[in-house]
């Protein structure tokens, strides 16, 4: 859902989702993907919650496009490879996300897992070891803000850590782009403090 990546200013938010579920009665195996809600009410541009039978789409969060009496799309998502989206299914619910609060005076950002994982093996006539693929490890980012607890960032973040439920977050790019995540928050209050550099304070997001 981005283009332009690389630029330096972004704008963090998170939120807790507080809206009624629409029913997804049906999900087609197209690019992008139609879901069937009636009576949904949601517009171009709004940002949902997917809670699907298919399990790449259950627990993401996803942008609305072409929004008609009915029926959405859910933005960027593809889902015409039969194998990984069997037809039938993916019905559920989605729940609009309507507010975030921004995470003001963020210092720096780091991602870290993500990389594949791979089971090794080796037959009894082999000399050799093999692997094959298995599942991508579990991806954190972290962000380090400025300590100032008066912020409306930093009390969104000390109320995420202690609900322990997962929680949206969007990065915002300069050029309107976004990128979209769900993960668990864990926020230690505990500042660095090292001469010369700001306190700060690290807040994590386990997807």
Aim: glycine residues 10%.
């Amino acid at each position: 859902m981005s283009s332009g990546r690389g630029v330096h200013t972004i704008v963090y938010g998170v939120e807790p989702i507080n809206a009624l579920a629409d029913a997804v009665s049906a999900l087609t195996n197209a690019n992008p993907a139609v879901a069937t809600s009636a009576g949904h009410g949601m517009a171009d541009g709004a940002l949902i919650l997917a809670k699907s039978g298919r399990q790449r789409i259950n627990d993401r969060v996803f942008r609305v496009a072409g929004s008609t009496f009915g029926t959405f799309n859910f933005e960027g998502l593809d889902t015409t490879d039969t194998k990984v989206f069997p037809a039938g299914g993916g019905v559920g619910s989605v729940q609009e996300i309507t507010n975030f609060t921004q995470i003001t005076r963020v210092l720096e950002s780091s991602t870290s897992g993500g990389d594949m994982q791979f089971a090794n093996y080796s037959f009894l006539e082999n000399d050799f070891e093999s692997q094959i693929p298995t599942q991508s490890s579990a991806q954190t980012l972290t962000l380090s803000i400025a300590d100032d607890d008066t912020l409306l960032g930093y009390k969104a973040l000390q109320k995420a850590a202690e609900a322990r439920s997962a929680l949206p977050l969007k990065a915002q790019l300069p050029n309107g782009a976004i990128i979209l995540y769900m993960g668990y928050v864990s926020f230690n209050t505990t500042p660095s403090m090292t001469k010369g550099s700001v306190m700060a304070c690290q807040a994590t997001f386990s997807f």
